[in-house]
């Protein structure tokens, strides 16, 4: 099999661990069972076919260094994990467009020097497959800026963040008509706040329990937090997360679901609560109290490794459009969404070309 080769948007904690993780696992073969992947091997893919070509960046912390070095550079905060040899990647500076919300601007050291040549050129100077995007969220015009690009640029998208564009019909045209593969929207972690909360609600729902309410609060110290402040840059957001849960329940329920603060000593950190209040037999009342720590980052990054492997399979396969197996597997906001074992079986499906996306 050939490289699979990655340009990244935005190169916060997220990146961090997605770029530590590719060297950690370089070594790991065949079938041995690790955390965090759904296969070492996934359709003949394994970790170290990854490859980072290019990485872009508004920070001038981050710009200009070499992406090995820049994943550790702050403000990111996330857990080291792996070393992680010189690349020859130098991050470059991207538009700013609506990337940086009026909370984080005394954090965020925005790279005034001179703009790159057009990233669509960069993107073909590469040679890349497929672009990665991990814009903070509220990204909306810069991330709909970026998937143009990749467009241009014959790539495939992988998005990560809540703008939604593996879920929009409008999108999903122009990656079928382009003849290239789009996964997304909104990354779900691997044992994340999203994933627990819907287990627990399809559980109750499964077993004959009538679901009244629920709400899930996070808390966290990243700049993903400081951010997600601003409400207005939430709307997508809530709706990606609500929609996720809701979808586990066949009838509407009072839903709350959303970041609610940042505490800077927490770092990377995220803390959940998660609260269902519903009625079994003779109307006899139950509530479920559940907290979740972990650290955000790692989270995502096995995840989104397998989001990778799955697009290069659609790309060598031709596939155009939206991806929906592994979109309805790894993110908060699929064009379909499934309970998690339906969408992994699709994924499992996919992977021997047993279902078409």
Known sequence: MSEIRVAIVGVGNCSSAIVQGVHFYQSVYGDQNVPGLLHIDFGGYKPSDIRFVAAFDIDVRKVGKDLS??????PNNTRKFADVPKLNVE????????????????????????????????????????????????????????????????CALVNCIPVFIASDPEWQEKFRKAGLPVAGDDVMSQIGATVLHKSLVKLL?????????????????????????????????????????QAMVPYQIPLRIGPSDFVDFLLNKKICYIWVKGRYFGDTPVSIDAKLDIWDAPNSAGVVIDAIRATKIALDRKIAGPLISVSSYAFKHPPVQAPYEVAKQWVEE????????
């Open 350 to 357: 996919f992977i021997e070309g047993k279902r078409a996306n």
């Open 205 to 245: 729902v499964d077993r004959g329990v009538v679901v009244d309410r629920s709400y899930q609060l996070n808390i966290g110290g990243d700049t993903d937090f400081l951010n997600m402040l601003e409400e207005k840059r939430l709307r997508s957001k809530r709706i990606s997360k609500t929609s996720a849960v």
């Open 69 to 74: 070095e820049a994943i550790f550079s702050a």
């Open 91 to 154: 991050v470059m500076r991207g538009p700013i467009i609506d990337s940086v919300g009026k909370y984080v601007k005394s954090t965020i050291k925005v790279d005034r020097g001179k703009k790159p040549m057009s990233l669509v050129e960069i993107l073909k100077q590469v040679d890349a497959d497929i672009v990665l995007n991990y814009l903070p969220v509220g990204s909306e015009r810069a991330s709909k800026w970026y998937a143009e690009q990749a467009l241009k640029a014959k």
